[in-house]
């Protein structure tokens, strides 16, 4: 199967022991009060006995800044297909996610009329600790959430647009934030099981949940996708947490995760293949493409220290060790037309990621206004080592890039929250961000000297401003400049590129609970990015594509039609996603043209049933419009209209749950892209087409949960 990981047997061998040793544990270590005994009174205590409660903790969700900030409780998800983390983020208003391998690669994230890659443009963090990967060998930002376990996020914080001093690095588009419970209130034991050979073993356990709060969870998963070469994607995933209050202002958590998986990919077929009957639309060009192993651990530790009523440090620190070994193979047999070697690249990633940031936040009221002002500190350093390759059957023939980079930033930021007079807040900030880019280069056949040393500045702006509520409705104004780092080996290669690139964004629009039931939103939002430069991981070689304009609109509501029944929903529309002056894509220096793959036109409902007796039932619609494949427009990405429906019932401790996935099996495709590649037979500059990942048939996922 590959260098490292194992086949499904294996790793769901290892999560269902991992179960049984969990499950034997907790039994021995917890025993269960019978019914009629929690019925008796307790004996009176003696006066040498008395109650003790732990400190306890009490916080509020701060007000919101911006009509596009998004607070997604956990119940939100609860009702939604059951083992893939990803699928969480489908609840942001205008964001869409696809794989485009078939398999454990990190998801393609589209939004604000971003193709936004692996995470290029959305910065991506759970409790604080950063998803992004700088400098990866598969693309600058690589957001692979695959690692977290769904049923541990216990709320999504959602800021689009750069307008917030707490964000820097891919906060163009927006920043993903989530929030882990401490523990569950009962453990639970669930198995799970579907169409294409899914499997899901699940294990929440809390042995602790006073003054120490204790979470284990364990996962175990597997799938082979609907193609005619099964993926065979298996993962484990371990994530264990503590929490405790050690004094009435003090508050410590901790917790590490363990993920491993591996699998064979489709990859990006192309369609004239289909048309012509070479392959079926779940066939394969070369069925050896996959992950042969990834891997990523994580320590995340958190500190708050509440000195008084009106001051508190937050402290924050955190460390990851990743390993990604990648095999791709884009244009088949354009470069090397021997039918026996083809195009194959094997992309290889081994990493430290490690940082730290604090806070000191202070409350005053001077000449009687409120005012938050907040002093910060984050410093990150990634050290990866980096490897473009050649190869046949996952067998490496020969290495193109080899290079050991070391990057750090430092990024001292200040915001102050101001309330002048009532119903009047702005809120207002600072942040510089200093990058140093030192590279080794092993081997290099590309262009440029990867060999040096850089360091590179840039400095934000950030302004909100929040009139109301009247009648319920408040209104918003925001402004920020952010940026995105592109990858080391770009700018060392080419000192003169732009290596932190700005992004300007502007902002207008309100939230209201006008009407009864109901909360609505809109907004409309403006974004400007000075240079689209990326890094292409699977050339080795740098895009500088220029800088771009976009602006869109976004609007949603939350109706509560009955006690028991909900309505969600949003659209999005990005009216104008395009460079804006003379620049060279693809040789053409003519403006207005197109940015490939931006979403135009996003939208999503969901009619969700919760009843008093034990069901929940929820229907969900996803659409994605037609949108340009080329910077020409004369090659569209086809849109899609999706339906989902799932359901659980819970009686007792007993739990059911069913998902039925593209209910109505539309043929979609998920991923899609526009480029040359060239099969046997055709000529030697190769052909201009679609390439595209099948999105999967109608599918279903059934389980049982206990739950203790």
Known sequence: MGQRGGRADGVIGVAAVLVLVSL??????????????????????TPAEELVLPP?????????????????????????????????????????????QGG????????RGFDADHGTDLALFIDGLPVNLRSHAHGQGYADLHFLIPETVEVVDVLKGPYFPEYGDFDTAGVVNFRTKDFVSENTLEIAGGSFNTQRYLALLSPTRDALKTFVAVEGYHNDGPFDHPSRYDRLNVFAKASATLAENMKLSLWASFSQ????????IPERAVRKGLIDRFGSIDPSEGGQYTTRDNLNVDYLWRLTDN?????????????????????????????????????????????????YEVRARPLGVAVTATVGFQYRVDTPNVVLASATERHQTGVSQDVDVVEQSSSPFVKVDIVPIDKVRLMAGVRADVFNFHGTQHVNTAEGNLTGNITREHLGEKANLILGPWSDTEFFANYGTGFHSNDARAVLADPKLTALPTAEGYEFGLKTRLLPRTELFATYWILNLQSELVFNGDAGTTEALGP??????EVGAKVRLLDWLTFTGDFTDTTDAEFVHPTLVEGDRQPGRAIPLAPIWTARWDLTARLPWGLASSLEMRYLGDRPADPARAQTARGYTLFNWTTRYRYKNLEAFLSIENL???????????????LPGEPAEGVPDIHFTPG????FLGGLAIHF
């Open 24 to 45: 034997a544990a907790m039994a021995g270590a917890q025993e269960k009060t019978r019914p009629e005994e929690a019925l008796q009174a307790p004996p009176p205590a």
């Open 56 to 100: 306890l903790l009490v916080t509020a969700p701060a007000p919101v800044a911006s009509s596009s900030e998004q607070l997604i409780p956990g119940k939100d998800f609860e009702v939604r297909p059951q083992g893939r983390p990803a699928d969480v983020l489908r609840l942001i208003p205008g964001l869409i996610i696809a794989q485009h």
């Open 104 to 111: 454990g690669k990190a998801e393609q994230y589209l939004i």
């Open 261 to 268: 998986a591996n699998w064979r990919g489709s990859g990006q």
């Open 311 to 359: 001051q508190r440090v937050t402290a924050h620190a955190y460390a990851t060790y990743y390993e990604l070994s990648l095999v791709n193979d884009f244009t088949f047999f354009l470069n090397h037309r021997d039918p026996l070697v083809g195009d194959e690249i094997n992309q290889r990633d081994r990493r430290m990621l490690a940082g730290f940031d604090t806070q």
């Open 548 to 553: 771009t304009h976009r602006a869109g609109v």
């Open 664 to 678: 109505v099996d539309t043929e979609y495709r998920e991923g899609q892209f526009f480029f040359v590649s060239r």
């Open 696 to 699: 999967a048939p109608r599918s």
